[in-house]
């Protein structure tokens, strides 16, 4: 086997080329250097070779970026599978890819999953962090123990994610709260790390009806973003949706409107007209359009943020019934019942089988499918589907019924 100096300079100039071009959200680009990369690396060291399973984390990582969640997950799951085999089960790398992959999964709706990998990273994490404490195991130099309290923070976070969208949102606030303390620790409160986990935490409370919390949460981070960053940068994007998005929750839809519109245009114009993260920002201008009896436009938004996401994820995914629902709500407005009945029964089947017949969700859609139902004096039905409803909503703290969710 040749030796690995020469060939790691060669691999260190793409990797770094590849670095610049995601951080200035040329994924494409950044795919194509670490492709380059992992070849050399295959060549040279062999298909399992431990620098082979960090490189294919890293491409996962720009293939996730760009809306390739199927190929993505192969290379995460290769990566995790080379890294246990090279590093051990139990080492912080593999804790990193776990944490990654289950980014992914709760980006594709399968939270459950995404809670799962998501734990088994943070146990990973906490063990190693403990083994720290012990006088007899050798210590790790600054930049390894920054590392993995950073990857052990947004561990917390996406833990945090993923029981927010299964409706648990006590045991959410535990895992955001967490992770937005170290994140305070770690970087200081002016930092974007800590406005990004101020977010995290805002959504939850958006989620959970605790409105003016979030908004704070939101306004803070706010401030953060547009000193610290550009406002062009995603993170400001993801602000101003999320703004966005609690004014629409709120009812203040001439508000909630410029907000997205802007927000949306920052987050095409870097990931292209066809992402499946900007078909989700679609759907929500969508819904604030809806609010403001747009209806026409709405309408138009919703088929086309359906039709990117069905491509991306299939007939089955959870921004799919969010959408098909909300597209429910349009029509209902409109007195088309007979279409927004076929909507809302699409989406109560997707929602029940993906999220569990409890989930604050299933409720919203319950509740528009009996306020459908008792417009056309289906009394008995409407009745049923209410109580249904009702049963869930005394389960969770908060349930908002009509439009976005």
């Not at 790390?193 to 409105?211: D, I, M, P, R």
């Not at 004014?247 to 519109?261: F, I, M, V």
Request: a negative charge.
């Amino acid at each position: 086997m040749e030796k690995r100096g020469p060939i790691q300079k060669a691999v260190c100039q793409l990797i770094e080329r590849a670095e610049d071009e995601e951080s200035q959200h040329r994924y494409r680009a950044a795919e194509i250097q670490y492709r380059s990369a992992l070849a050399i690396y295959e060549e040279h060291f062999g298909k399992e070779a431990e620098e082979v399973g960090v490189i294919l984390n890293d491409l996962a990582w720009v293939c996730k970026a760009q809306g390739k969640y199927t190929e993505a997950e192969v290379l995460f799951r290769r990566s995790v599978g080379i890294l246990e085999k090279t590093e051990g089960s139990e080492h912080p790398d593999v804790a990193n890819v776990l944490k990654n992959l289950s980014a992914l999964k709760q980006t594709q709706g399968a939270h459950k999953e995404a809670e799962t990998l998501g734990r088994r990273a943070l146990h990973i994490l906490n063990q190693v962090m403990d083994q720290q404490q012990d006088s007899e195991v050798p210590a790790l130099d600054s930049e390894n123990a920054a590392a993995i309290q950073q990857i052990h923070q947004q561990t917390l976070t996406e833990l945090g994610t993923a029981l927010r969208s299964q409706g648990r949102y006590s045991e959410a606030e535990l895992f955001c709260k967490k992770a937005l303390l170290e994140a305070e620790q770690a970087f200081g409160s002016n930092h974007p790390e800590f406005a990004n986990n101020l977010v995290s935490l805002g959504v939850l409370y958006k989620y959970w009806g605790k409105y003016d919390q979030a908004e704070s949460l939101y306004q803070q981070a706010r401030r953060i973003v547009e000193q610290a960053l550009s406002e062009e940068h995603q993170l400001f994007a993801c602000v101003l949706y999320n703004l966005a998005g609690l004014n629409h929750a709120r009812a203040r839809y001439t508000e909630a409107e410029p907000l997205c519109r802007r927000a949306l245009e920052l987050r095409e114009k870097a990931l292209g007209p066809h992402h499946p993260d900007v078909a989700v920002y679609i759907g929500t201008l969508a819904a604030i359009l809806e609010g403001l009896e747009k209806y026409n436009e709405a309408a138009t938004l919703y088929r086309r943020a359906l039709s990117l996401l069905e491509t991306t994820f299939g007939p089955e995914h959870p921004d799919v019934a969010l959408n098909l629902s909300n597209l429910g709500v349009v029509m209902y407005s409109r007195g088309n019942y007979e279409e927004a009945e076929r909507l809302y029964q699409r989406a109560l089947k997707m929602r029940i089988k993906l999220l569990g017949s409890e989930h604050p969700q299933v409720a919203t859609t319950l509740h528009n499918l009996a306020t459908l139902y008792s417009a056309q004096d289906r009394v008995a039905e409407a009745e049923s589907l209410y109580q249904r409803a009702l049963v869930i909503e005394k389960k969770k703290a908060h349930v908002v019924f009509q439009g976005l969710i």
